[in-house]
Each structure stands twice: as C-alpha cells, then as structure tokens.
C-alpha cells in the first residue's frame, strides 16, 4: 500500500526557511515523478517542484531560485527546501507521485500524503 508521509511544516516569518520531508512507502523515487503541490485557504491546489526518476527538477515561475526539491533514492525519501519564504507562500504542502507525465505544475498525480502546514507570517 502506498504511503506518503510528509513532515517539517510549522510556523515561520518571512524570509525565513523551512525544509519539508516526505516518506514515501511502496513508491520509489528512483522509479517515480515525485513532486510537491500546495493549497491555500480559499484556492486551488497550484503545483510547485517536481523530480523526476532521473533526478532532474522543474519549478513553478512563483517558487524559482527560493525553493529546492531533492530525493534520497536510498531513503526513499522527499525533500523541498524552501528559502525566503514569502506571505503567499503559505498553505498545506503535499508530497506527490506519478508514474506519468511529471512535470511542476502538473497536478496528475496518482498518489498524495495528507499534507504538512506552512505559515509565513511578517
């Protein structure tokens, strides 16, 4: 049964950083797209970094030159390491997987964790 858990959420003032884990169970990152994808209060879900199987990354425009997704192949395990964190930064994050297209903005995933929070506040 596939798991995602992810952890590393919490409260934090702008400009600050947060680094965000997910462990995956029966998924691999080295044979999935994995990705990171976040709701706000009163929005959509909006795609924010993916990585494919073979380690290469896409980014949302909004998330660029702030924020790093990483795995651990060995540990099967997600990483999203978020830098100057901004106010619109703020919403549930997701670990996500797909054997599909994989892609940052995409949000086909088959598979998602039930969410880590993140609040930036000023």
């Known amino acids: 049964q596939v798991q995602l858990v992810e952890s590393g959420g919490g409260s934090v003032q702008a400009g600050g950083s947060l680094r965000l884990s997910c462990a995956a169970s029966a998924v691999t990152p080295s044979t999935y797209c994995m990705g990171w994808y976040r709701q706000a209060p009163g929005k959509g879900r909006e795609g924010v970094a993916a990585i494919n199987r073979y380690g290469t990354t896409s980014y949302v425009d909004s998330v660029k030159g702030r924020f790093t997704v990483s795995k651990d192949s060995a540990e099967n395990t997600l990483y999203l390491q978020m830098n100057s964190l901004k106010l619109e930064d703020t919403a549930m994050y997701y670990c996500?997987?797909?054997?599909?297209?994989?892609?940052?903005?995409?949000?086909?995933?088959?598979?998602w964790g039930q969410g880590t929070q993140v609040t930036v506040s000023s």
């Open positions: 996500a997987a797909t054997d599909g297209f994989c892609s940052a903005s995409s949000l086909n995933y088959k598979y």
